[in-house]
């Protein structure tokens, strides 16, 4: 028996497209887009202003489409890693950080990643698929803390350029009066630097752009992220001074720190050049080791020295408090720790 398509995940458009090919009255879809994303309920049957026969042609060729986590590693730090189902045999993680403040969900938009950068252990599962509009968002939809949620980041498994037409369509109904109606600058999403999505993210959408940096040399990137060989810094950088920045967008940088690898003088000097005359803020993270790669993470000293220079040249920078460390938050550790376990079973 053939699955049912969800209707979660679907934007107006093709809710409106639906409602036209089931011969229901317009305005339908906005009802639909209601329950989806404003009301707490699991089933079609349960939208009640929608017409008996309308429920039940729709009931026919769709359901709902929410699917609950199968796993959850909780911290002692409050983080939570929720380990969702994404296909036969393949799984997908989203991580919960609260704060005194907010709280946010890191989510993923691929399974695995094809990027193959050196410290990122979503990248030694390899690339085993997109996630669809459905699946990106149920991971905010099924989460038992949704209500409490006031960020969204898109920094978890895979990139999200590399899944360019179904983040988008997630930002979209995220941020859309007819869907979750999030403020723009609640959803960041992160890249590595893949120059076409960055483009059309920053023309179609008004969502915050965070880009991984790691390093502001191109040859000493290269050693560590692959797609330094495709687009290359100067085009990332080239494709941020051309946004119009406004009060209620921002441009920031994730900058891992690797012991001896850049964390040197020399790269303060080459932050400050490389980002001169942009807006922005730079984020440094202590790199958690994982399996199979050579690199290490600088001390908290010399962390705390970098930061520091950077401030002094007028670069807004912060250091990442490391979350959920006791339960393996690292992206793609969770997730590739279940895989094994379905190798294992295997043999």
Wanted: with cysteine.
């Amino acid at each position: 028996m053939q699955a049912k398509e969800p209707l979660f995940g679907k934007t107006l458009d093709e809710l409106q497209e639906i409602v036209r090919q089931e011969g229901l009255p317009r305005f339908t879809a906005k009802q639909i887009t209601d329950w989806l994303y404003k009301k707490d309920i699991t089933s079609i049957e349960e939208m009640t202003n929608l017409s008996k026969e309308a429920r039940q042609k729709l009931s026919e060729k769709y359901d709902f489409g929410l699917t609950p986590h199968i796993t959850v590693s909780k911290s002692a730090d409050g983080t939570k890693k929720y380990l969702f189902p994404a296909g036969q045999g393949k799984f997908i993680e989203s991580a919960y950080i609260p704060e005194k403040d907010r709280a946010t969900l890191c989510v993923s938009s691929q399974v695995g990643c094809k990027m193959g950068c050196l410290f990122c252990a979503t990248g030694k599962q390899g690339f085993q698929g997109q996630l669809s509009t459905n699946q990106i968002l149920n991971q905010i939809r099924s989460l038992p803390e949704r209500e409490m949620l006031s960020n969204i980041v898109f920094m978890g498994m895979g990139e999200p350029f590399d899944n360019l037409e179904d983040v988008l369509k997630s930002v979209n109904i995220l941020t859309e009066n007819w869907g979750f109606e999030m403020a723009p600058r609640r959803v960041t999403v992160s890249t590595i630097g893949i120059v076409p999505g960055i483009k059309k993210f920053l023309e179609e959408t008004k969502a915050h752009l965070a880009v991984s940096l790691h390093s502001p040399f191109e040859e000493e990137r290269k050693k560590i992220m692959p797609i330094e060989n495709v687009y290359s810094l100067p085009q990332v950088m080239q494709a941020i001074r051309d946004t119009e920045w406004g009060r209620q967008r921002r441009v920031s940088f994730e900058y891992i720190m690797f012991k001896g690898y850049n964390d040197r003088e020399r790269h303060v000097k080459g932050l400050v050049k490389l980002l001169h005359g942009i807006k922005c803020r730079i984020n440094l993270l202590r790199f958690h080791p994982i399996p199979g790669t050579p690199l290490q993470s600088s001390d908290d000293q010399t962390i705390e020295w970098f930061r520091d220079a950077l401030k002094q040249k007028g670069i807004t920078t912060t250091i990442r408090t490391s979350r959920g460390q006791d339960i393996e938050a690292a992206c793609g550790l969770l997730s590739t720790r279940e895989l094994g376990k379905k190798e294992s079973t295997k043999k």
